[in-house]
């Protein structure tokens, strides 16, 4: 008998200006269950909170115009989203990126390229899930 996946009905919005990664994360989430949009920088993704209202928020550090510290800082500081768990996305593991990360709000961190279980690993801890 097939169990159904653990996230069925979790929003989350994935944000990177690479393709290749907001297809492997929509793809890794997807079949955990989550219903997932994407953003390919900052801006676009700030019009996507907005509508979507998403569970939880993977984003990017190093995107052009507006990037994820920017955009975290931002999604944090709304009253409407403050609560939203923001997980960093980045190639970069060093301890002073990781204390940026939280100086803006994050929730979490997650290294760059990364694995299926690396990525539901984060979401267990970051988001509950659905009833």
């Known amino acids: 008998m097939a169990t159904d996946p653990p996230y069925v ?28 949009t994407t953003a390919a920088d900052g801006f676009e993704a700030l019009a996507r909170v907005v509508e979507d209202q998403p569970d939880v928020v993977f984003v990017d550090i190093m995107m052009p115009r507006l990037d994820g510290y920017q955009t975290t800082a931002l999604i944090k500081g709304s ?22 990360g939280r100086v803006v709000g994050a929730d979490h961190y997650l290294t760059k390229p990364f694995a299926s279980d690396e990525v539901l690993g984060v979401l267990e801890e970051v988001a509950p899930r659905p009833a």
């Open 9 to 36: 009905g979790l929003r989350v919005l994935v944000i990177d200006d690479s393709q290749t990664i907001r297809k492997s994360a929509e793809t890794i989430l997807g079949r955990a269950g989550c219903e997932v």
């Open 79 to 100: 009253d409407a989203f403050n609560g939203t768990p923001v997980v960093l996305l980045t190639s970069k593991d060093g301890l002073f990126d990781r204390a940026r």
